[in-house]
């Protein structure tokens, strides 16, 4: 939960600092020396950095927790006593940008509501440093790109947190889509989706980018476009919907479910949901039925197929650990990013495709 002066920080913010955002100040990271580990600084203190982020980051090779931004004081002190963080490498929204001047920090970890993703990763890579951005990357394709020039145009990498491309699980099913060890896909259904009783948390105000689509919304797309190996032509119809207007107001959803079409008339079926608890995700093939259920669960997938069962329990290293441990070291050998900023975007792109098909009745092509 954000706290009252995180939402009336967030409003001064929205209104205050457009002129931070486009600061070229790269200069100084070109010219530091090589590290074996990078430094990152968490972004948001929410529950995600607080319960799962954070303690991933005392368990990473070749990423640590260097630093913290946050707007709430208290927070800051806890984490400064609980992970030593050095007064120096702690911020608040309003000196954010002399981030630019620490070499302890390499990594920005953005994890605030979707609407503040666009704003902090560019500030970010004009600061000289690289991004890593919570899912879902941004509010449109617009905002998705510019983050992805921005980043490009600092010379700076940036890669949106989907864990379960990082996971053994995940890898598992996905080998054997690419291989076709079952044949060709020929249909997808998967799921995503939990009860959610909150009333004023960011996923239930419009504005900062709630609604269902874009947070557990693109855990489905993802489980379409990786279930089939293949990108969405059009979204062939959709519904969002609400049972609690009290709480998803003004016609924001708080369930949505579509039907994706790929190439070759494969179809994926989809659904997310704050209503409700569902979770799989089911893939036929032409020589059977892939059924992976959980789908994205935080402790490890169970896959059953024709050709066996598949499951990974683990705990340590947790998902986020295995996630930022790959983007760490793809910085650090000079790689492309495993998920990189294009990966968000393309989501982003069906979110928005599914929402004018809901509210048209109509196809919508991509």
């Not at 913290?68 to 806890?78: N, W």
């Not at 070499?103 to 970010?124: C, G, K, N, Q, W």
């Not at 990498?157 to 044949?183: C, F, V």
């Not at 059953?304 to 910085?331: C, E, F, K, R, W």
């Amino acid at each position: 939960m954000y706290s009252s002066s995180r939402r009336s920080l967030i409003k001064t913010l929205a209104t205050g600092s457009g002129l931070l955002l486009f600061s070229p100040n790269s200069l100084l990271a070109a010219t530091r020396k090589k590290k074996d580990r990078l430094g990152v600084a968490l972004v948001g203190l929410g529950y995600y950095s607080t319960d799962l982020l954070a303690p991933a980051l005392q368990q990473t090779k070749h990423c640590y927790l260097a630093g913290i931004v946050t707007g709430t004081p208290s927070k800051a002190e806890d984490w400064k006593k609980k992970f030593n963080i050095p007064d120096k490498n702690i911020y608040n929204y309003q000196n954010f940008d002399q981030i630019a001047n620490n070499p302890d920090i390499d990594v920005v970890y953005v994890v605030l509501p979707p609407s503040m993703h666009r704003e902090y990763t560019i500030r970010a890579a004009n600061a000289g440093k690289h991004v890593w951005c919570e899912k879902p990357m941004a509010m449109d394709e617009k905002e998705c790109r510019e983050m992805i020039d921005a980043c490009k145009r600092n010379k700076r990498s940036l890669a949106i947190g989907y864990r379960l491309q990082h996971e053994p699980n995940t890898k598992a099913w996905r080998k054997m889509i690419a291989d076709q060890s079952l044949g060709k896909v020929q249909s997808v259904n998967c799921a995503a989706a939990y009860r959610d009783n909150r009333t004023d948390h960011w996923k239930q105000k419009k504005e900062m980018g709630g609604g269902v689509l874009y947070d557990m919304g693109v855990y489905s797309i993802q489980g379409a476009r990786m279930g089939t190996g293949m990108e969405p032509i059009a979204v062939a119809s959709a519904i969002t919907s609400t049972t609690r207007p009290e709480i998803y107001k003004n016609g924001l959803d708080e369930t949505a479910v579509a039907k994706l079409e790929f190439p070759g008339g494969v179809f994926a079926d989809i659904k997310t949901s704050f209503g409700e608890n569902v979770n799989f995700l089911h893939i036929q093939c032409e020589k059977g039925l892939i059924k992976v259920e959980p789908y994205s669960a935080y402790n490890g997938q169970k896959i059953t197929s024709p050709l066996g069962n598949i499951h990974h329990p683990y705990s340590v290293p947790m998902q986020q650990t295995l996630q930022m441990d790959d983007d760490a070291q793809s910085i650090l050998k000079g790689k492309a990013m495993q998920v990189p900023g294009e990966e968000g975007l393309r989501d982003i792109r069906i979110v928005e495709a599914i929402y004018k098909s809901a509210a048209s009745g109509q196809k919508q092509r991509l």
